[in-house]
């Protein structure tokens, strides 16, 4: 019987994140302040214009885009090695880069941080508790419209 309650505590906290995914589907560009935020390997050279495309697109959608912020990966010879694992499987961004994103939504007083890279249910859901602000991807918002 004890087992049983537990089975039953662990599916209701299984069920909680059916909300969040709700409201990261729900959440409009049109008038919000975004910060874009990129996450690219060093294998990618050309991620300025991934990110300047990605920021005219949401442009394009309505968006006022107050900030801009990349973490690259493999840039060093100890990234280079693990360059295929985000730095934290939590928040996919380093510790200082998540810090200086939070600040930035912060000061700029951002409604949401958009992540050009996809996210998990779970590293959306510590990112915008992390930030102050809903954490969503970009591959989310363009396939909303």
Known sequence: MHQTRRRDRRLARRARPEPARRQASRLTVVGADVVVVGYFSAKEKD????MAS???ELTARGAR???LSVQRRGVSD???QKMGLPYS????????KVRGVAEACEQANADAAIFVASLTERQ????????GCPAVSLSDILAAD
């Open 65 to 67: 885009v107050v900030g």
């Open 54 to 56: 990605a920021a005219t």
């Open 89 to 96: 499987s939590r928040t996919l961004l380093s510790y200082g």
């Open 78 to 80: 100890g990234g280079a």
């Open 47 to 50: 991620f300025v214009t991934l």
């Open 124 to 131: 959306r859901r510590a990112l915008t508790a992390i930030l």
